[in-house]
């Protein structure tokens, strides 16, 4: 790439390294693939991504989509971004062979993803949001919505959307106010109106298709009354062609920090006879159908995250690499020469404190596809079971683990840079508005930790968590004969048993009063991922010091690899994780200090 985004060295390590990704070739789905599918898959990924994608990420932000009152116009290389990705096949790669699919496993698709994303977060949500409703269509939906929205979904002439956020309400789905009436012919009339939905409306694709929780008139409040709804922008014709417009107005266009090339819309349905809309699935289990979509997208959300946090870093490392400046502490001689600012111990810190994150992060998210992968795939019953509970315990993880601390490596590459950093004529003050969002896309970090502390960890007696915990206490067993990785393993032995003993306490907190005892849910699940991470880098550790100690002639280039694999493993798990004792001593006390705090103190 003409840009280095992501290392390539970094992703053939975590698929075929870390991951093991081509013993799925050993599964019946993907028999009829082979490691060069995978790696040709990829490869052309990452060629999108580098003509189609990265040729506008600047001018995707500064020129960002215009609306006339009629009509949305974004840049025209979006179009061209987009036709390129679905001529490639990649919005039906994970589908079957028959259903006019490249029968793909997940990960594959979503390291894909990740190049994409890397180039510009801005273009990819459009084919994102459109893997995601086409999913959730293709689950829940009949035969009839199926065989119509589908086909051109698959092939590009449609995109999707997710459309939950109304101007009143947030995150608070339960309390959603818009409508759908039952008509004759058996379809709906929505009205009501949603905000913050991406995608919405946009110049790309021919016709789009809103997935919408409303609420079937005098259903029950609450949750239990949501059901979710297919509302294309027009109503297909026999010949499947986009024919009379549906009563779906733009009221505008949203105007943001970042991913200013993704249109942020605010729709309003049945302003005039009433949004026609399809009920997906059975009455009143909209929410549940629409949690697919959000989860799916919640990964999407980390990864996004954590390789706009890698591009950064990856800049950022560059400029250390050549940016002479200044002379080390004990040299006093004015006449010698500068040396590159890498040479500095704190410019090296930053480095790898971004290095820890971004690479911690990525491994994260693509093993989290893996388990999604595991989920659907695997051949035994109780393996995917096993991995679906992990993979429900660890989605609030994946998702606001990364967009936390890569959004921090940005701020860090920006602080490597100086002044540089800072203006339009670098990228990095661009891919951190970018990564700001995350953050927020897809619940924000407290609705991230309520989910963990309330729901996740005490769900079916616990099992997701002892689930991980198993595989935490296999990881060390596995080390325990490197001397090299044992403080490492000592390290995430504390922090697991800190952790054990920290989530019992706030389970008899909560017990005792709800409120009170989800009241930190945010500090818990700062210090949750702070244990998931540190094991995800021991796991990478084990790895780098097993093929060091193997080989005697390893090439430089390989060694320097996995040396720095190792390093950033002991920094994130001597420098990061011990963070938590503090942590968790404001947790086991139960200080109340932000919970009693009254509104007119502020």
């Excluded at 280095?4 to 870390?18: C, G, T, V």
């Excluded at 959300?301 to 400029?319: E, K, M, P, S």
Aim: hydrophobic share 40%.
């Amino acid at each position: 790439m003409s840009e280095p985004f992501l290392k390539d060295r970094d992703i053939e390590f975590l698929l075929y390294e870390f991951l093991d990704t081509e013993a799925l070739l050993q599964r019946p789905r993907y028999r009829e693939h082979s490691r060069e599918v995978f790696d040709a898959t990829l490869n052309t990924a990452r060629t999108i991504a580098d003509r189609y994608f990265a040729n506008h990420y600047a001018e995707g932000d500064a020129r960002e989509p215009t609306f006339d009152g009629e009509s949305v116009t974004l840049i025209e290389e979006t179009k061209a971004a987009w036709d390129a990705f679905a001529a490639a096949g990649f919005l039906a790669a994970h589908y079957d062979f028959e259903e006019g699919g490249l029968q793909l496993p997940e990960v594959i698709l979503r390291c894909a993803m990740a190049y994409i994303n890397a180039a510009n977060v801005g273009s990819a949500a459009y084919p994102f949001l459109t893997l995601g409703a086409a999913n959730l269509i293709r689950s829940f939906a009949s035969a009839p919505l199926r065989e119509t929205y589908l086909p051109p979904m698959m092939d590009g002439r449609y995109a999707g959307t997710m459309a939950l956020t109304e101007p009143d309400q947030g995150s608070a789905l339960a309390d959603i106010r818009t409508i759908a009436t039952p008509a004759a012919d058996g379809s709906y009339r929505l009205r009501g109106q949603k905000m913050f939905i991406s995608g919405g409306d946009q110049s790309i694709t021919r016709n789009i298709v809103h997935m919408v929780l409303a609420r079937i008139k005098d259903a029950p409040l609450g949750v239990k009354g949501i059901s979710l709804f297919l509302v294309p922008k027009f109503l297909p014709g026999d010949d499947g062609e986009p024919g009379q417009r549906n009563d779906v107005k733009l009221a505008g266009l949203l105007h943001k920090m970042g991913y200013r090339n993704t249109t942020s819309t605010v729709l309003s349905f049945g302003e005039e006879d009433g949004a026609i809309g399809y009920l997906v699935g059975e009455p009143h289990r909209g929410l549940h159908y629409m949690f697919q979509l959000m989860n799916e997208a919640r990964i999407g959300v980390g990864t996004g995250a954590a390789v706009l946090g890698y591009r950064g870093y990856q800049h950022a490392l560059q400029y250390a690499k050549d940016r002479p400046q200044g002379r080390l502490p004990s040299n006093r001689d004015p006449a010698s020469r500068q040396l590159p600012i890498i040479q500095h111990a704190d410019v090296r810190r930053m480095l790898l404190m971004q290095k820890s994150y971004v690479e911690g992060g990525l491994a994260l998210c693509l093993y989290a596809s893996a388990l999604f992968e595991d989920a659907h795939s695997s051949e035994s019953e109780m393996e995917r079971q096993k991995a679906a509970e992990l993979l429900d315990l660890l989605t609030p993880i994946v998702k606001s683990w990364p967009s936390k601390y890569c959004l921090k490596a940005n701020d860090l590459a920006i602080q490597v840079l100086g002044g540089s950093g800072y203006i339009r004529e670098y990228p990095l003050e661009q891919l951190y508005r970018d990564n700001r969002l995350n953050p927020i896309h897809e619940g924000t970090e407290g609705i991230q930790a309520l989910d963990l502390l309330g729901r996740k960890v005490p769900a079916k007696g616990m099992t997701g968590y002892q689930i991980l915990a198993q595989e935490i206490h296999q990881t060390l067993s596995d080390c325990g004969d490197d001397p090299g990785l044992q403080p490492l393993v000592e390290g995430l032995r504390s922090g697991l048993n800190q952790l054990n003993g920290v989530s019992e306490n706030l389970l008899l907190q909560m017990s005792a009063d709800a409120d009170r005892g989800l009241a930190n849910a945010s500090l818990y699940l700062d210090v949750f991922g702070r244990v998931v991470v540190s094991w995800i880098w021991l796991r990478q550790a084990a790895i780098a010091s097993q093929k060091l100690a193997a080989a005697e002639n390893l090439p430089a280039e390989d060694e320097s690899f996995y040396r720095g694999k190792l390093q950033a493993a002991r920094f994130y798990i001597e420098w990061e994780l011990p963070e938590i004792a503090p942590q968790i001593a404001l947790l086991e006390s139960g200080n109340s200090i932000p919970f009693d705090t009254q509104s007119d103190w502020l």
